[in-house]
């Protein structure tokens, strides 16, 4: 959620700047603003809205060689043009934020005592009329006394009309890159946002700070130390999140998960085993003493980690606790012997899982592991052991190809610790591999339902609720079913075990109330006919995913979905990507925007 993009240049930087937050459109926002030094004064320019209405209120030449520019996430202060960012002081300071001042309330009240007037209502504002109450001649001097007197988690971009050829930012908590040109440098919360104008990196630290002067920059650390950083070279191309022939990111993202699968298992199995320290060197002196796992994550990626817990327990014998990282961090946990920390993210940004991934006090963990789709986040860095999912820019807020390449990272892991801890005979290791092999293969087929499904979305056009069931390790891909028509609908969906339909659920049940069913051909097979019967005594219309071979007795008013499943270990995985389609068609004849549905953001980097 929000967006930074710095541009110091010997050309003028505007069309950079617009493009960079275009690329970051995806980090979900509602108002976008840039703000510009031409001829020693700042120039402003705010929208609320897209990207697009700021771009229509720009000459198409703006001038200015240096700039900052930002899309805006509300927090504090209700979405409006006054609240949106560039915030300035005394037309003078120019400041973009990422992220929440926790004590911001104190400093205001010190600030007006001082004569600075405020015109907005966010927490933003203070630290532009902070950093000028210190500037005395030295931006980066007044930058860093600045940042040591506020509280919470951040990134900032500044720059100053007395100093028109310096731009100042640094990160607490909040993820910023540096970009590296030919006598131009920039910064950006995502290398996405710079593709277009360089694939050399500086992926800064947490409290750093950096300096972009003239054709040069300086990297420093928390203690304004300077330091050397390492350059690394992205191998994202500026056209990989490119829409195609698609008519939104989502649906490109849903047709690429066969593709991402095979990208996430490229180099790291082969016929019958996963290959030795695919998830780092230390990863099998660490996994020989797993006696736990304990997996924490959010919203999409918290369901993987249920589908995962079935996975681990059934199929290694050992306990795994699963958890919402915005409830683990600020509870007191029992932690057992030589657990094993897994911490799952797309962005590796997200705030609650770094925050439960920092407090770990404990000297029962025996190690972190981080599945993960960014590199240089965070949460890899931060981590012990990673597997990069290797899932491809997701541009869409809804996740779908990093939902399916967490999964096969986690099945990874459970035939690495099986492997291991030899608590998988080679029989079911093989089999596993076997059938994430021709993951790909059956994904593709599975795509080829989408025309069918399409027809089905027609009748939840004007549906305001919908229950989702499931059993078994397929309950939580009915959650994630429900997640993602809710999302991107606004369609009310909850998704229940289906052996809970009788304990409460059941009495929301009518003719005007869908029922959702995953029905893979399982031993609980039987117990999910029973429950399809209750719904349908109270008259509920049942829409039901089956896999091919299991054969329910359903009648001619059931909408069935028959889908070529027919494996043993990779089911959930195959079964989510019909759910995936369902709620997107849905969504597309119920004009809801889709790729950034309101109100949500795709890095959710603040608390």
Known sequence: MC????????RDVSSILLEGLYRLEYRGYDSAGIALIDNNRLERFRALGKVRELENKMSPEQPGHIGIAHTRWATHGEPSESNAHPHFSCDRIAVVHNGIIENYKSIRERLLEQGYEFSSATDTEVVAHLIDSYYDGDLFAAVKKAVDELEGAFA??????????TLVACRRGNPLVLGLGIKENFVASDVSALLPVTNRFIYLDEGDYVVLSGNDYQVYDAAGNPREMEIKTSEQSADAANKGDYRHYMQKEIHEQGQAVAECLEGRVTDSMVLDNVFGFDAAEIFERVENVQIVACGTSFIAGMVARYWIESLLDLPCQVEVASEFRYRKSVVLNNTLFVTLSQSGETADTLSALRSLGSDRYCGTLCICNVPESSLVRESDLVMMTRAGPEIGVASTKAFSTQLVAMLLLVVSLGRIQQRLDEKITR??????????????GLLQLEPHIE???EEFVDKQHALFLGRGEHFPIAMEGALKLKEISYIHAEAYPAGELKHGPLA???????????????????????????????GGRLYVFAHRGAHLETDADDVVVEMDCDTDYITPILSVVPLQLFAYHVAVLRGTDVDQPRNLAKSVTVE
Do not use: F
Not at 3 to 10: E, M, N, P, T
Not at 431 to 444: D, F, S, V, W, Y
Not at 519 to 534: I, V
């Open 3 to 10: 967006g930074i993009v710095g541009a110091l240049a010997h």
């Open 156 to 165: 900032l971009g500044i720059i100053a009309t007395a100093d028109p050829r």
């Open 431 to 444: 089999g596993i591999i076997a059938e994430l092999n021709t993951l790909p293969r059956l994904i593709e």
């Open 455 to 457: 027809v089905i979305a």
């Open 508 to 538: 929301l049940v009518d003719a005007d109330m869908p029922v959702i069913v995953v029905a893979p051909n399982d031993d609980l097979l039987e117990k999910l006919h029973s429950n399809m019967q209750e719904v349908k005594a109270r």
